[in-house]
């Protein structure tokens, strides 16, 4: 994989060395549609790592880098992330503008009633570039949260799957609570009060000019991605577009007919109407798991027209009625 602005910005900015930049601007060519001319210079993140490794950079890297480096190396995103309100936004609009840092990745949020989980996969194949992706993002967070709430993130756990790295004693420094490796998936357990603590140097007019552009951006760049995942994007952005009535209207917002659209998706093995109907169980399973909020409201969250059709739908979806599921599951995730 080519090397993503955000993380060559990261690591010249670690080595503090402009050689290095100069190096990796060659993984812009291919956006800019140069022909790939033959070259010592590094062509893929495994080989940029080696070459910050061999520059004198530690086997925990990817955690100084997180920690470290200031939010401007996320672009006009990390501008967004740092003028939102509280930290339950940032984590949202890092998830609606996740594909203009690393294509494929994937964020999620899911809440009990004292603990909030984020969860973290950054779509990579090799394994040693998807471990120093987890790691900086984490680092990131952590040091993300010191900067809404003032303080540390009181990490409840961190949740890495791999085994434990020769340098395991490094993570210590980076986070103060226990860490498990070899876990089924990348996340980090925090309290889930912090989420919506107000910090105090938000500017809400640059936050939105900030947002507007960073939609802009996402409209240009989404050709380049899997049309799935612009549908997605869609449907966050939109609730309304949950109604099944509503898919006439997503070709349009795609800038696509609707039989390019059943097309390019049947390409990647979806439909759209899928594509919804999984969307809207997501979402509903969330908020019913995640969320103290009455049946009739969810329901029209996840774009059903009354309550009884949501209640027939979630009981298909899960084999439980919503009331079940919630009562089941909630002293599951609190003990998470």
Sequence with gaps: MSIPPFLRR?????????????????????????????SSEPRS??????????????????????????????????????HSPTLRSAFGYARRFLPLLQAGGNLKLVESEQFAI??????????????????MAFAMMVAI????VGKSLALREVLLPYPAPKHMSEYERFFPCPVTFDASAAALIIRRQLLDVRQPLADDYLRRV??????????????????????????????????????????KRLGL??????RRLAAEGLTLSGLVRDFRKEQAIHLVVDRDLPF?????????????????AFKRWTGATPKEFRRRSQPRASAA
Aim: aromatic share 6%.
């Design 10 to 38: 990261a690591l010249s900015w670690h080595m503090r060395d402009d050689s290095l930049d100069m190096e990796l601007a060659s993984f812009t060519s291919e956006a800019q549609g140069e022909a790939e001319q033959p």
């Design 45 to 82: 993140l495994s080989q940029a790592l080696e070459h910050a490794r061999a520059s004198g950079a530690g086997a925990a890297l990817a955690l100084e880098l997180g920690a470290t480096a200031p939010l401007q190396t996320l672009g006009m995103v990390g501008e967004l992330i740092a």
């Design 118 to 135: 984020i969860y973290f996969e950054p779509g990579l194949d090799n394994e040693s570039e998807r471990r120093f992706a987890i790691e």
């Design 145 to 148: 949260g010191k900067h809404f």
């Design 210 to 251: 900030i947002e507007s552009e960073l939609e802009r951006a996402l409209r240009c760049e989404a050709p380049r991605g899997p049309l799935n995942v612009r549908v997605r994007a869609i449907l966050e952005r939109d609730a309304h577009l949950l109604s099944q009535n509503a898919l006439r209207v997503h070709p």
């Design 257 to 262: 007919s609707l039989r390019a659209v059943r």
């Design 296 to 312: 009739k409201s969810i329901a029209d969250k996840v774009g059903f027209s009354d309550a009884t059709s949501f209640h027939r």
